[in-house]
């Protein structure tokens, strides 16, 4: 079946520095990719997406792309700061096919 | 545009009771999917409903249910309460157009927890 692998935790930084979190990923059709982050007491928010090969998907600093050919979509960001720490979580979805298949989460700690 | 919203944000239950949780979408959203979050097992999807039919459903015991409204808000019930239900209850909304982008937007949870 279709399933999302990330890195295991926690990932603990200190501030401004390089922040690479590995997903890859099965998937039977051609699925859409996504990364999603928990706050502390939240629900998920959408971080960014991609939906086809070699699409970049980025949001407030945060990049990742989508490779077929390595079926991966790892996330990165150039210079964490503190209110980056939390959980974030890999996803899938296969177009016809409505639920997100999620990693486990990676929880991210940065420290001034 | 109002965000999606779940109520109750906090539960205490015991076993064998029952609780009924509710979501309201994002305007404009027919699809309504529910997803239980756990340390354990993590973010597992639960069912989802789009114009008051359950179209799809995880792999989830019968004292899992759902429905949904005209309005399309959403009610999920869960029955004879056990420890291991203990969870946070994730709903998310979408278009859920034929686009392959299938963008879902999550509410703050809803914090369950079985004595």
């Known amino acids: 079946g279709d399933s999302v692998t990330q890195m295991e935790g926690p990932v603990t930084l200190s501030e401004e520095a390089f922040l690479t979190i590995n997903c890859t990923y099965t998937?039977?059709?051609?699925?859409?990719l996504f990364w999603y982050v928990q706050y502390p007491g939240e629900g998920l928010q959408l971080l960014l997406k991609a939906t086809k090969a070699d699409d970049k998907g980025s949001n407030k600093g945060f990049e990742a792309t989508y490779r077929k050919e390595t079926t991966s979509f790892h996330l990165e960001k150039g210079s964490v700061q503190v209110s980056d720490s939390a959980v974030y979580f890999c996803a899938l979805s296969v177009p016809g096919n409505t639920p997100l298949v999620f990693g486990k989460g990676t929880r991210l700690s940065v420290i001034a | 545009k109002a965000g999606v919203t779940q109520t109750p944000r906090y539960l205490i239950k015991t076993r064998g009771q029952q609780v009924t949780l509710s979501c309201s979408p994002i305007s404009g959203h027919r699809s309504v999917s529910w997803y239980q979050q756990t340390p354990g097992q993590g973010l597992q999807f639960l069912f989802e409903?789009?114009?008051?039919?359950?179209?799809n459903k995880g792999n989830f015991p019968g004292r899992f249910s759902g429905r949904q409204f005209s309005n399309s808000r959403s009610e999920m019930n869960v029955s004879t309460l056990e420890l291991g239900d203990s969870a946070l209850y994730l709903c998310a909304s979408s278009a859920r157009t034929s686009g392959r982008s299938n963008e879902q937007f999550f509410g703050p949870g809803t914090r369950l927890t079985v004595l």
């Open positions: 409903y789009f114009s008051e039919t359950q179209r």
């Open positions: 998937a039977t059709g051609y699925p859409s």
